[in-house]
């Protein structure tokens, strides 16, 4: 069993910022790509950040210059640090892993729950 958590969501003013993590749990033996999507009402899941176990981001543009990934490897943590929020950030944020459960499996992605962030104008 694999699991995902996100937290760090919330309501906040447009120009403020919000952090969310991810902390992924259970019988993980490795993970390589860990990201974040998100999901407007009546839009389809988009990419926001993906972060390498090597610690190379790449960002939408949409988002490029506000957010930044990070993770902590040793924690099987993935973090996205959003500023200058705006309204066009709201979304159900989606944390995603590709990781393997063994030595002798093969990546697979997993999903988490998801958490609403809100900005208001």
């Known amino acids: 069993q694999v699991q995902l958590v996100e937290s760090g969501g919330g309501l906040v003013q447009a120009g403020g910022s919000l952090r969310l993590s991810c902390a992924a749990s259970?019988?993980?033996?490795?993970?390589?790509?860990m990201g974040w999507y998100r999901q407007g009402l009546g839009k389809q899941r988009e990419l926001v950040a993906i972060i390498t176990n090597g610690g190379t981001a790449n960002y939408a543009d949409s988002v490029k210059g506000r957010f930044t990934i990070s993770r902590d490897n040793a924690k099987n943590t993935v973090y996205l640090q959003m500023n200058s929020l705006k309204s066009d950030d709201t979304a159900v944020y989606y944390c995603?892993?590709?990781?393997?459960?063994?030595?002798?499996?093969?990546?697979?992605?997993?999903w988490g729950q998801g958490t609403q962030v809100t900005v208001s104008s």
């Open positions: 259970g019988s993980i033996f490795s993970i390589n790509n």
């Open positions: 995603k892993a590709m990781l393997l459960r063994s030595a002798l499996s093969y990546a697979r992605e997993y």
